[in-house]
């Protein structure tokens, strides 16, 4: 009943769009502060199959047995105080990292598993974790606006979105630290 409208995707795909670009520009100016290599990606075809990470972990630009972790965010404009924060394919240290976490924000972090309808085999992080890379994952949770005309720009809690880039940035970083070789 919405065709031919317009879509603007505030929140999906636009949020991460934004945190992507403004971690990765972050990233570039305090480039010291990692000690690996970062690759700041953007995947398109989810929805059709995962086709843009799918086409990246066969086509890496870092190897994928080197490649440390991939940290996905989707929809991140709605944090409201709050991010799901979920973890796939770790075989340990995940546990403390969630730990430490908690004192990096004054977001509330709450299981990415837990009754938001989530389905980890349906996100860009499967197509890493099936093949051996570690994921952590940001979402701020499904919404009524969710692929509907009604995701537009005033809905977006952008203070929010900018919070859970910064603690994604920060766990990118964290895990450049403790994985550098």
Do not use: C, K
């Amino acid at each position: 009943d919405a065709t031919g409208d317009i879509h603007n995707g505030a929140d999906d795909n636009a949020s991460r769009t934004a945190a992507l670009i403004d971690m990765s520009r972050t990233a570039a100016a305090t480039r010291a502060r990692f000690r690996r290599s970062v690759v700041f990606v953007a995947f398109a075809g989810e929805e059709l199959g995962l086709r843009g990470s799918q086409h990246y972990v066969a086509h890496p630009v870092v190897p994928l047995e080197r490649t440390v972790a991939m940290v996905n965010l989707d929809m991140v404009g709605r944090a409201r105080g709050r991010v799901l924060v979920g973890a796939f394919g770790w075989r340990e240290g995940f546990p403390a990292l969630f730990r430490r976490m908690r004192s990096w924000t004054r977001l509330r972090l709450e299981d990415f598993l837990r009754g938001e309808g989530y389905q980890a085999d349906q996100s860009d992080g499967a197509s890493f974790a099936s093949r051996g890379v570690p994921t952590i994952a940001f979402f701020t949770g499904f919404h009524t606006d969710y692929h509907r005309p009604s995701d537009d720009w005033p809905r977006i809690d952008a203070q929010g979105g900018a919070e859970v880039a910064r603690l994604a940035l920060r766990v990118v970083e964290e895990l450049a630290r403790q994985n550098a070789s």
